[in-house]
Nanobody, 124 residues
Framework: QVQLVESGGGLVQAGGSLRVSCVAS????????WGWFRQAPGKEREFVAG????????LYADSVKGRFTISRDSAKNTVYLEMNSLKPEDTALYYC?????????????????WGQGTQVTVSS
């Protein structure tokens, strides 16, 4: 069974950087698309970034485009989200998600596996 574990969250000042990681275990060979989502208190979970093994394609939410980068280290079964120029509105619980289908999608319901989340807090 696939398990995802996030780490790397923390408190950072506005304008700073942070990298969160997601380590996968189990039959990771079956996973083709990965996503990072976030959920702030009182808000719905929203798509942040996605990666597909189908040509290494990526997709970003408009709100993070140019500031965040998703990447994958296949040897370590790890997906990263590098976050730069952080803003207070980036504060949220960040979740890693994965699925066995190819195409990157932004709907959380289309991802089969989820981690527990890692908190990112950006102070102004």
């Amino acid at each position: 069974q696939v398990q995802l574990v996030e780490s790397g969250g923390g408190l950072v000042q506005a304008g700073g950087s942070l990298r969160v990681s997601c380590v996968a275990s189990g039959p990771t060979w079956s996973l083709y698309r990965w996503g990072w989502f976030r959920q702030a208190p009182g808000k719905e979970r929203e798509f942040v970034a996605g990666f597909s093994r189908n040509g290494g394609s990526t997709l970003y939410a408009d709100s993070v485009k140019g500031r965040f980068t998703i990447s994958r280290d296949s040897a370590k079964n790890t997906v990263y989200l590098e976050m730069n120029s952080l803003k207070p509105e980036d504060t949220a619980l960040y979740y890693c998600a994965a699925d066995r289908r190819l195409r990157i999608v932004t709907m959380a319901t289309e991802y089969e596996y989820w981690g527990q989340g890692t908190q990112v807090t950006v102070s102004s």
